[in-house]
Nanobody, 126 residues
């Protein structure tokens, strides 16, 4: 499985960005997908996840500002990020989980995911 993120960049606070994660190598539609981020000096943290049935889950810090979605026909997942804040600055990673998860706690753990992209930098200036 190969995951490739794109769409990162530098934006002012209050602005928007849309990240994409293109997947290849497996039947995309049958897996849970997730977005994580890691800021300098901090641990990787959960941002959002989307299950096979397109049910979505969000970290409290991004709820209401970020939207995760998937286009199974294109084998691509997206993260629309609005009202960006300086504290959103991080490297954003997409991830794919081979197992089927039902609960938020499991989907929010990085160890639940089996494949990762290389990351894309998002920088938000104040």
């Amino acid at each position: 499985v190969r995951l490739v993120e794109s769409g990162g960049g530098l934006v002012q606070a209050g602005g928007s960005l849309r990240l994409s994660c293109a997947a290849s190598g497996r039947t995309f539609s049958i897996y849970t997908m997730g977005w994580f981020r890691q800021a300098p000096g901090k641990e990787r943290e959960f941002v959002a996840a989307i299950r096979q049935n397109s049910r979505t889950y969000y970290a409290d810090s991004v709820q209401g500002r970020f939207t995760i979605s998937r286009d199974n026909a294109k084998n691509t997942m997206y993260l629309q990020m609005n009202s960006l804040k300086p504290e959103d600055t991080a490297v954003y990673y997409c991830a794919l989980a081979l197992n089927y998860y039902r609960d938020y706690v499991t989907m929010a753990r990085s160890l639940s995911y089996d494949y990762w992209g290389q990351g894309t930098q998002v920088s938000v200036s104040s």
